[in-house]
């Protein structure tokens, strides 16, 4: 069946569904988008090697755990889980991580939640963080030493005195009921305090990326900094209250897109079309999309229309999990470097990080006991 004048009945609701698609307007939804195009590979990677958290910040969120819990009055909170101090968890090298090191960060998490019970499920995401978390610290920690990293007494004895300032002005806990509750020493919480600083500095050194090194990145790469200019013509594959719509319909939605697509090869106006097919919230503007970069996009749409030269319609109607488009290229340009420098910057030193925690794992290792 082919369609004319589907317009949309909530504008909101459809520029919502499509910031799903091609999303310029929502980074929020690109992000979430271009996570499910993700091969499995990918998303386990990512999964393990994310970004390392080194700061001792930890350390007062343990404290404001401890405060939390004792505004309910009680001994124990909602949720507990006991740990067995012998259990080991974790291998790097000859170090371990057992139940004793694992219950002084989770028992503050726990004592967080007050009389809200965690489920079974987020205690064991949790776990899971805060494992990955003694783990990574380990393994920066030991890189650290065989690199000669020096952090001072003084350095950590003012990043100790720091953490139970903070402690004592903004959860009222003196240093000994802090110790003394998650079962603390001095001695035990200066040692992370030092292993924190220890792989924080190697990292920050390892990491470091100038703009000499950016720049030379840049120009061998520059076609991954281009950025294009396109329209489209959508049809979409969801109804007037954001549902999707039976297979009958998704079939007859295709055979309108193919028959909207002859018409624009044929030479009829592409914004005129879109004006009157689009069911996309760009219609109004011939379905204008600015110009955009690979990463703005799903992928099925991005290798669409960066195959195509200014002004090429491409051959096919190209489909998404929102519906079937029609895709015109309509201008291009490339990213000046200054414009890109801070982002490419850091998008570097992230890599660098990555690629540095694998080997980490790799050198030393590391083995996660179910």
């Given at each position: 069946?082919?369609?004319?004048?589907?317009?949309?009945?909530?504008?909101?609701?459809?520029?919502?569904?499509?910031?799903?698609?091609?999303?310029?307007?929502?980074?929020?939804?690109?992000?979430?988008?271009?996570?499910?195009?993700?091969?499995?590979?990918?998303?386990?990677?990512?999964?393990?090697?994310?970004?390392?958290?080194?700061?001792?910040?930890?350390?007062?969120?343990?404290?404001?755990?401890?405060?939390?819990?004792?505004?309910?009055?009680?001994?124990?909170?909602?949720?507990?889980?006991?740990?067995?101090?012998?259990?080991?968890?974790?291998?790097?090298?000859?170090?371990?991580?057992?139940?004793?090191?694992?219950?002084?960060?989770?028992?503050?998490?726990?004592?967080?939640?007050?009389?809200?019970?965690?489920?079974?499920?987020?205690?064991?995401?949790?776990?899971?963080?805060?494992?990955?978390?003694?783990?990574?610290?380990?393994?920066?920690?030991?890189?650290?030493?065989?690199?000669?990293?020096?952090?001072?007494?003084?350095?950590?004895?003012?990043?100790?005195?720091?953490?139970?300032?903070?402690?004592?002005?903004?959860?009222?806990?003196?240093?000994?009921?802090?110790?003394?509750?998650?079962?603390?020493?001095?001695?035990?919480?200066?040692?992370?305090?030092?292993?924190?600083?220890?792989?924080?500095?190697?990292?920050?050194?390892?990491?470091?990326?100038s703009e000499e090194e950016a720049k030379k990145y840049y120009e061998k790469n520059k076609g991954d900094y281009e950025k294009i200019r396109a329209s489209h013509i959508l049809i979409s594959?969801?109804?007037?209250?954001?549902?999707?719509?039976?297979?009958?319909?998704?079939?007859?939605?295709?055979?309108?897109?193919?028959?909207?697509?002859?018409?624009?090869?044929?030479?009829?106006?592409?914004?005129?079309?879109?004006?009157?097919?689009?069911?996309?919230?760009?219609?109004?503007?011939?379905?204008?999309?600015?110009?955009?970069?690979?990463?703005?996009?799903?992928?099925?749409?991005?290798?669409?229309?960066?195959?195509?030269?200014?002004?090429?319609?491409?051959?096919?109607?190209?489909?998404?999990?929102?519906?079937?488009?029609?895709?015109?290229?309509?201008?291009?340009?490339?990213?000046?470097?200054?414009?890109?420098?801070?982002?490419?910057?850091?998008?570097?030193?992230?890599?660098?990080?990555?690629?540095?925690?694998?080997?980490?794992?790799?050198?030393?290792?590391?083995?996660l006991k179910n």
């Amino acid at each position: 069946m082919f369609k004319k004048n589907k317009k949309r009945e909530d504008n909101s609701k459809e520029a919502v569904k499509n910031s799903q698609v091609y999303g310029k307007q929502d980074k929020t939804k690109i992000e979430v988008n271009k996570i499910s195009v993700m091969t499995e590979g990918e998303k386990k990677e990512r999964k393990i090697m994310k970004r390392v958290a080194l700061v001792c910040a930890l350390v007062a969120v343990v404290g404001g755990a401890f405060y939390g819990g004792l505004s309910y009055g009680r001994l124990l909170p909602a949720s507990h889980r006991n740990y067995s101090n012998s259990q080991v968890y974790a291998t790097i090298g000859d170090s371990k991580i057992t139940g004793k090191d694992l219950k002084t960060i989770m028992d503050p998490i726990f004592y967080s939640s007050g009389l809200q019970k965690l489920t079974e499920s987020q205690i064991s995401t949790y776990e899971s963080t805060m494992l990955e978390y003694l783990v990574n610290i380990e393994v920066l920690y030991k890189e650290a030493k065989a690199n000669d990293v020096k952090v001072t007494d003084d350095q950590v004895q003012k990043n100790y005195d720091s953490t139970i300032t903070s402690i004592n002005s903004k959860y009222n806990l003196t240093e000994e009921e802090y110790l003394k509750k998650f079962n603390l020493t001095k001695d035990k919480l200066k040692e992370r305090i030092k292993k924190e600083l220890m792989g924080a500095k190697y990292l920050e050194q390892y990491s470091n990326v100038s703009e000499e090194e950016a720049k030379k990145y840049y120009e061998k790469n520059k076609g991954d900094y281009e950025k294009i200019r396109a329209s489209h013509i959508l049809i979409s594959n969801y109804d007037s209250n954001n549902k999707e719509v039976s297979d009958k319909q998704k079939a007859e939605n295709k055979e309108t897109a193919e028959a909207v697509l002859r018409m624009a090869l044929d030479g009829e106006d592409f914004a005129t079309l879109a004006k009157e097919y689009s069911d996309d919230s760009s219609a109004s503007s011939g379905g204008d999309l600015g110009y955009f970069t690979k990463d703005d996009m799903v992928s099925e749409f991005s290798k669409a229309a960066f195959s195509l030269s200014v002004d090429e319609i491409y051959s096919e109607v190209v489909e998404t999990n929102s519906g079937y488009h029609i895709i015109k290229k309509t201008g291009e340009k490339a990213q000046a470097f200054d414009d890109i420098k801070d982002d490419l910057i850091q998008t570097l030193q992230k890599t660098k990080q990555s690629t540095l925690m694998q080997e980490l794992y790799s050198k030393y290792d590391v083995q996660l006991k179910n």
